[in-house]
Every structure is written in C-alpha cells, then in structure tokens.
C-alpha cells in the first residue's frame, strides 16, 4: 500500500467512477475564539494505491486526532473489503489500483487552543507522518 495523498476538507463526496469531489481543502489551522472550541466537520480525504495482492484480504485504515500530549480526541475508521478475483484481475501485473477513501469527524471538541495530529494508520501501522492541525485565536481585525 501506498498512501498517495491525505488532506483536511470540510467535505468531499464520492462520484460513482470514483473520484472524490473535494470542498474547503487543504487547511491546517482552525480558528476558536474560545475553547473548548466544537468543530462541526473536518473529513480526511485519502487516496491509496494497491496492488493486485494487497486487496485479496480486507484491511482496516483509521485516523486518530491526538492533542499535544499525544492523547487521543476522535477517531474515524474505514475499512477496504477484499476484492473479488474478476475484480482483481483487471489490475494489471505490476501496477496498482487508486481507491478513494472518506473518514468524517463529527462534532470534534478541541479542549484547547494549541497543536493537534491526525495520525494515519493502515492495519495498525503508521502509514505516514501525522496531518498538523492547529487550533488558534482569530487573527485581530485592524482599528
């Protein structure tokens, strides 16, 4: 498995060939005036790519938001079934296959202002540096 990009949006839908409609992207700072701070929805847009090989079995990816200390806040799973034999057979010899996955955060309470991490995990293994985040002040308006 490799893991061709991850991203924060404030949402992203499922086309059916595939493909991901991403909104509001690319973010890693979340303005709160005051804490604890309620974020309605931050989704994790993640693709990965497989080999014929690796989608024999079902596999288990989740992402962990962890405060500074490294305690954890939220959690999303996904899971990738196994593919049936006819399905993988149509990726070809030496290549991998992109799949598309979606992780919602609903209601994520920040209890502070500070640095946050989603950490990215593939059948319990880390699968890349952890996404930042952080939760800061409004900038101040100018006089």
Do not use: C
Request: hydrophobic residues 45%; negative net charge.
């Amino acid at each position: 498995m490799n893991l061709d990009f991850a991203l924060l949006a404030d949402g992203v839908t499922e086309r059916p060939d595939g493909k991901l409609d991403i909104y509001g992207a690319g973010f890693d700072t979340v303005f709160a005036a005051a804490v604890p701070a309620i974020h309605q929805r931050l989704v994790v847009a993640i693709r990965i790519l497989v080999s014929r090989h690796e989608v024999e079995h079902a596999h288990r990816i989740d992402v962990v938001l962890q405060g500074a200390d490294g305690a954890d806040i939220a959690r999303a799973e996904g899971q990738l079934p196994a593919v049936d034999e006819d399905q993988r057979a149509k990726i070809p010899a030496g290549r991998q296959a992109g799949l598309g996955l979606i992780l919602n955060f609903e209601n994520v309470i920040f209890p502070d202002h500070g640095a946050y991490q989603l950490a990215i995990h593939w059948d319990g293994t880390e699968a890349r540096d952890p996404l930042r985040l952080f939760v800061v002040e409004p900038p101040q308006a100018a006089p």
